[in-house]
């Protein structure tokens, strides 16, 4: 570099000899009649001075709009490579590997898709064909579901396919590229979260598509309420990990069938837009039809009304979120199911406010004994209902009175003995009163605190004589004279030996357990085991009446009823494994003992 720059500073200087060293001498003269001294090099006069300076100007502003101007092209550049142009375009023929995904359930779906469009078949096969659906237009489809310990086949009348890949009609391209699953991606989106529209839908729908292949890679919806400051409601993911496009075998469809005794599925007990066959119809834009009318058949059904259209619009994302819940955990072929009931409007932390109002049990609530086993041989199954001394389930609403219920029902077990008649006691009676002793009314309570207010007072009344179930506090008014029921002590039950032995010899329990899943929220029937049903004493949040067990595959299962209305369950009851203690029904079940007078 120091000896390229030599030269070419020698080869300036020479080039100043010759034609250019008249004008030198000239300069030369004028410097000596001014007495200046000698500028070496070129001299310019003044004015050729001012003309340069303006020059100067004039090429630094060219500059600066050159500069400009690139940077200007090559923004422009980089946003074009970062648009997407190119709507995808989706095979008619194909098979796929997908995942279905709602996050804050923490529900993870595996389904396999075979699709031939032109031929009017498609086939689902969800958890590697424990369920499978067999979509026929123009002829018989199929449902292969399993019942109790066994697959069986299902027949329905014609179909229509359930497309996994959404209309890209109202989909418009985003700028900006994501990586999702470690694929670049482009990104289309559908925007409906500007305000409530008439078929509830608040939120983004955007599908993400590989940069190279326009394939796409991800199905992403969530919700909003706008009208509680962007606060989630509802969201799920599509992740599409496997896509052939191309024809499929035409045994694809039909080989598991011709092997099996389908029989008809016989008439629907789920309103048509509710049928799990419908979940991908649902889960996209274009299916907003079958989900308003969904929503409309909900609140008929279920007497529903709301304030305005801003709730309702809330209200049926929430619903349709837990309609994808209850049809997914029904595919995984579990020993019980779900189904929508008059809490499918609701978010599980609602439930949890309405239902619970968790209190904290004392690790020592005072009881004076603890159940011991009986020296008598246990039968297989026990009911109390089948016995008497179990009254009618009832609903407790949106109070968190729940506790009384466990404790009336107890109680009202233990007169029935003594009497041989069955008597409504008043869970009012207890929300009214029994402030003093630690209750909260609809804020949660204990049974062994209620307990200690009915061994203080000589008992309790009946509904008949201080009145109906009200959903919320009210005046005490508890007359002793028309008191039933005086208790002396209550007893603690722990541990599934003990439970049981109590069921037979003693009479129904109160039980505290965990109630917060929201598998425990749409139960509807069958033999109750989800493992993450917690026991610890902490984990108990509602309180219930255990009326007997039963067996099933050789497993016991505790007979429990609930206070959420008819519309829960098996008519108001739920059957819950014993095995590993699901739930906490043995953590800390008591039931009182009468006074010798009440007998």
Same mark, same amino acid.
């Given at each position: 570099m120091g000896r390229g720059s030599k030269s070419t500073k020698k080869?300036?200087?020479?080039?100043?000899?010759?034609?250019?060293?008249?004008?030198?001498?000239?300069?030369?003269?004028?410097?000596?009649?001014?007495?200046?001294?000698?500028?070496?090099?070129?001299?310019?006069?003044?004015?050729?001075?001012?003309?340069t300076v303006w020059c100067s100007f004039i090429w630094v502003g060219i500059g600066l709009v050159v500069v400009v101007g690139a940077f200007a092209i090559?923004?422009?550049?980089?946003?074009s490579d970062e648009l997407p142009t190119k709507k995808p375009i989706f095979p008619t023929q194909y098979e796929a590997s997908l995942t279905f995904r709602m996050p804050y359930v923490g529900l993870v779906e595996p389904v396999f898709v075979h699709v031939d469009e032109p031929a009017g078949l498609q086939k689902l096969s969800y958890y590697g064909g424990v369920d499978e659906y067999i979509f026929n237009t123009t002829g018989p489809s199929y449902q292969l579901l399993p019942v109790i310990d066994a697959i069986q086949c299902f027949q329905t009348d014609a179909s229509p396919l359930q497309l996994v890949f959404p209309n890209m009609t109202a989909f418009e391209p985003m700028y900006g590229k994501s990586v999702i699953n470690s694929r670049n991606c482009y990104s289309w989106k559908f925007s409906v979260d500007s305000k409530p529209d008439a078929q509830g839908r608040l939120g983004v729908y955007t599908l993400y598509v590989d940069v190279d292949t326009n394939e796409p890679v991800r199905f992403h919806y969530i919700g909003h309420n706008v009208m509680l400051g962007g606060s989630h409601m509802d969201e799920y993911i599509l992740d599409y990990e496997y896509i052939r496009a191309g024809p499929i075998a035409p045994q694809i469809f039909s080989y598991r069938v011709a092997s099996m005794n389908c029989t008809p599925m016989g008439p629907d007990v789920v309103d048509a837009p509710l049928r799990p066959t419908n979940d991908f119809h649902l889960r996209m834009p274009d299916g907003e039809t079958k989900r308003a009318d969904a929503f409309d058949a909900f609140m008929a059904a279920h007497e529903k009304a709301y304030l305005d259209d801003s709730e309702r619009a809330r209200r049926e994302s929430i619903f349709h979120a837990n309609v994808q819940y209850i049809n997914a955990m029904n595919r995984q072929g579990n020993s019980y199911t779900l189904a929508v009931n008059h809490l499918a409007d609701k978010t599980p932390d609602e439930m949890?406010?309405?239902?619970?109002?968790?209190?904290?049990h004392a690790k020592d609530n005072g009881a004076q004994a603890v159940h011991t086993l009986s020296s008598t041989s246990l039968p297989e199954e026990f009911d109390w209902r089948n016995h008497g001394g179990v009254t009618p389930v009832k609903d407790q609403g949106h109070c968190g009175s729940c506790w009384t219920f466990g404790t009336t029902g107890a109680l009202e077990g233990q007169l029935f003995k003594a009497k041989n008649e069955t008597i409504r006691l008043s869970q009012q009676n207890l929300i009214d009163c029994s402030w003093d002793e630690g209750n909260n009314a609809c804020n949660g309570g204990l049974d062994y605190q209620a307990y200690r207010w009915i061994?203080?007072?000589?008992?309790?009344?009946?509904? @008949? !004589? =201080?009145?109906s179930y009200k959903n919320q506090p009210g005046f005490c008014h508890f007359n002793a004279s028309r008191a039933v029921a005086p208790v002396a002590s209550f007893v603690n039950v722990s541990g599934i030996p003990a439970l049981n032995d109590a069921l037979v010899n003693v009479g129904p329990l109160s039980v505290s357990i965990d109630a917060a899943l929201p598998s425990f929220y749409f139960y509807a029937g069958g033999y109750y085991n989800d493992i993450e049903c917690k026991s610890g004493l902490d984990d108990l949040d509602h309180s219930v009446l255990a009326?007997?067990?039963t067996t099933?595959?050789?497993?016991?299962?505790?007979?429990?009823?609930?206070?959420?209305s008819t519309h829960w369950g098996e008519k108001g009851y739920i059957k819950i494994a014993q095995k590993n203690n699901i739930c906490g029904v043995a953590t800390? @079940? !008591? =039931?009182?003992?009468?006074?010798?007078?009440?007998a």
């Open positions: 080869h300036g200087k020479e080039s100043l000899v010759g034609t250019e060293q008249h004008e030198r001498l000239l300069d030369e003269a004028t410097y000596r009649e001014m007495d200046l001294p000698l500028e070496p090099g070129f001299h310019r006069s003044p004015q050729q001075k001012k003309q090559l923004k422009v550049s980089r946003q949890r406010r309405h239902f619970h109002a968790k209190a904290h061994i203080k007072h000589g008992g309790l009344e009946t509904e @008949a !004589t =201080y009145g009326v007997g067990y099933y595959n050789g497993e016991k299962y505790t007979l429990v009823k609930n206070s959420w800390i @079940a !008591t =039931y009182p003992v009468l006074q010798k007078t009440a």
